[in-house]
């Protein structure tokens, strides 16, 4: 299964964006999908993540802000980011592991095999 990440852009600090992380293939309905980030300078980190059932799981800072979500009959999981601020500035990759029914969504990168390409998301003040 190959990840593309889509939906970045640049934004006024306050606005929305929602990426799209799609796959070409119908399995993609048995895999966990995450979101990570990485800003300029550090390291990347995790921001979100479905599982194959469902479960959501966030990082703190999403603070309500965020919400993940899937389309299985598009393929395509998706990130909804509202009030973003400038330190939501990051490229935003998606990930993604097939998984059997039960097993809930990771917030740990090395639990992930498959990458996308990545996103940029920039947030003006």
């Known amino acids: 299964v190959q990840l593309q990440a889509s939906g970045g852009g640049l934004v006024q600090a306050g606005g929305s964006l929602r990426l799209s992380c799609r796959s070409s293939?119908?399995?993609?309905?048995?895999?966990?999908v995450g979101w990570f980030r990485q800003a300029p300078g550090k390291e990347r980190e995790f921001a979100a993540a479905?599982?194959?059932?469902?479960?959501?799981r966030y990082a703190d800072f999403t603070k309500g802000r965020f919400t993940v979500s899937r389309d299985n009959s598009v393929n395509t999981v998706y990130l909804q980011m509202n009030e973003l601020k400038e330190e939501d500035t990051a490229v935003y990759y998606c990930?993604?592991?097939?998984?059997?029914?039960?097993?809930?969504?990771?917030?740990?990168?090395?639990?992930?095999?498959?990458w996308g390409q990545g996103t940029q998301v920039t947030v003006s003040s």
């Open positions: 293939r119908s399995a993609f309905s048995t895999y966990a």
């Open positions: 990930a993604g592991r097939r998984t059997i029914l039960t097993v809930q969504a990771s917030d740990d990168e090395d639990a992930y095999d498959t």
């Open positions: 479905i599982s194959r059932n469902g479960g959501t």
